[in-house]
C-alpha cells in the first residue's frame, strides 16, 4: 500500500543565490574485491577558484568535509495541524542529495548558491528543454544575494513504477541592493522506481518542470502556498522514498545522497538492501572500469539478503582538481541461507571539484575502487578499521 508522505507544513531554508528570478553479495566471498587504487597525491587543491559569474557569494564556498556532511535542512515528518515555520540556518556545506523531493530542491538551490551552475543544471531531467541554453541559465543568476524557502505539503501522482511529485514553496528573496521580493514557486519532480531498471544507465529523481510568480510580501505563508501550485496537478498523498535525511541503509529506507563520501557508501548500500543494483551500480564513477561489467556484478549478489556497516574514519587527500576519500567500513552480510559473513574493507571515491565543472554533464562524487577482506565473525571490526585503508 503506498505509505502517507508527511513534510514540514512550512520549512525554511536560508541559501545564498544568484538570481532574483529563479528558473525555476556476490555468491562467494559476499563482496567483490579488487585491488585499492591509490592515486598519486600531489599538493592538496581544495580551495576553491574566484567566482567568474556576476555573483560572488558573501561567504566563499567551504570545500567539502572529510566526514559525513549532515544536511542544514533536517526533514521530519510532522503532524497535520503544522507547527510555527522552522527556520534553518544558511549553509554552505555541499549538498547533493536525491533521497526525497524536497532533498532534490534543496540541493538544487545549494549548488546555485554556491556557484556550482553545472551542478544545478543537472536536477532536471531534461535541462536543455525545461531550461533552455546553459550559459543563459547560468547567467540568469545574477542579482540576488539570499533567498530563503518556505515548503508546502507535497502530493503525488502516482503511476506505473513512477510518481510526480508536486511541491509548493515561496522563494523569499534579497537582491544585492537589500530590496526584498517574494515568489511564488512550484516544482514537479519526478522519480521513476529504480526497481524497474534492469540495466544501466538509470534516472534519478530530478525536477521535471517548474515556475514562479511574483507575490505580495505581506501576504501570509500559507495564503501564498495554498495557490502556489493551482496550475499544476496536485494528487493525494504520494508513495515516498524516504521520510527524513536518515542515512539508515535498511531496507525500510531510501537514501541516494552524494553530499560526501560516508552518504555516497551508504546509498551504494542502501541499493544492495533494496536489491536496486543498477542504482548500486550507478555509484561507481566509471563501473566498466571497477566493479567491472553490469551483469556479472548484479548476479554477484544473488545469495546476499541483508548487509549492515560500521564505517571508520574517512580520510581525504587532494589532488589536481579533485578530492579523493579513503572510507575504511566493515559489513555484515547475511546470506539469503541464512549464514553471516564479516568483511572489513576500504572503498576509494572522487570527486572533481564542482566549481571547476563549468560546463554539463556534472560529474558527482562516485566510487573508483574498494578492497575487502573476510574475517572471523566474532572479530573486534573496531580495531581494523584503523588500518582498513592502509
Known amino acids: 500500500m503506498p505509505r502517507k508522505y508527511f513534510f514540514p507544513v512550512l520549512l525554511v531554508i536560508t541559501l545564498v543565490l544568484s538570481a532574483c528570478s529563479p528558473n525555476l553479495s556476490p555468491t562467494s566471498p559476499a563482496l567483490p574485491t579488487s585491488t585499492v587504487n591509490n592515486p598519486t597525491v600531489a599538493a592538496a587543491t581544495s580551495t576553491l577558484p574566484a567566482a567568474t559569474a556576476i555573483l560572488a557569494p558573501s561567504n566563499t564556498p567551504a570545500p567539502l568535509a572529510t566526514a559525513t556532511l549532515a544536511p542544514s535542512a533536517t526533514l521530519m515528518p510532522i503532524a497535520t495541524n503544522a507547527a510555527p515555520p522552522v527556520t534553518v540556518p544558511a549553509s554552505t556545506n555541499y549538498i547533493d542529495d536525491r533521497s526525497t523531493p524536497s532533498q532534490v530542491i534543496v540541493s538544487f538551490y545549494n549548488a546555485i548558491a554556491r556557484q556550482e551552475y553545472s551542478r544545478a543544471y543537472d536536477y532536471y531531467s531534461d535541462p536543455a528543454t525545461s531550461l533552455g541554453n546553459f550559459t543563459s541559465f547560468a547567467n540568469g543568476y545574477n542579482d540576488t544575494a539570499s533567498v530563503d524557502l518556505v515548503f508546502g505539503p507535497i502530493t503525488g501522482d502516482p503511476g506505473m513504477s513512477q510518481v510526480y511529485y508536486t511541491i509548493p514553496v515561496i522563494l523569499k528573496a534579497t537582491a544585492k541592493n537589500s530590496t526584498r521580493s517574494n515568489f511564488a514557486a512550484c516544482y514537479i519532480v519526478h522519480e521513476t522506481n529504480p526497481g524497474v531498471y534492469g540495466a544501466p544507465p538509470i534516472s534519478p529523481m530530478g525536477i521535471d518542470r517548474g515556475s514562479a510568480q511574483a507575490s505580495n510580501i505581506n501576504s501570509s505563508d500559507g495564503s501564498v502556498l495554498a495557490t502556489a501550485c493551482s496550475a499544476y496537478p496536485a494528487g493525494g498523498n504520494p508513495p515516498f522514498s524516504a521520510s527524513t535525511n536518515s542515512l539508515s541503509i535498511d531496507k525500510n529506507n531510501f537514501v541516494d545522497n552524494r553530499s560526501g563520501p560516508i552518504e555516497t557508501v551508504s546509498s551504494l548500500l542502501n541499493a544492495i538492501n533494496l536489491k536496486q543494483y543498477v542504482r548500486a551500480y550507478s555509484y561507481y564513477q566509471d563501473p566498466t572500469n571497477f566493479p567491472g561489467p553490469y551483469d556479472p556484478y548484479a548476479a554477484g549478489y544473488a ?88
Do not use: H, W
Request: hydrophobic residues 30%.
Open 303 to 390: 545469495n546476499t539478503d541483508t548487509i549492515t556497516v560500521t564505517f571508520g574514519t574517512v580520510q581525504s587527500e587532494g589532488a589536481a582538481g579533485s578530492t579523493y576519500y579513503k572510507v575504511p567500513l566493515a559489513e555484515k552480510v547475511l546470506t539469503t541461507t541464512n549464514t553471516t559473513q564479516t568483511f572489513v574493507g576500504c572503498y576509494t571515491l572522487r570527486l572533481g571539484q564542482p566549481a571547476n565543472q563549468t560546463v554539463p554533464p556534472f560529474n558527482p562524487m562516485g566510487i573508483t575502487a574498494g578492497t575487502f577482506n573476510l574475517v572471523n565473525n566474532s572479530t573486534d571490526v573496531n580495531t581494523l578499521l584503523p588500518t582498513a585503508c592502509n
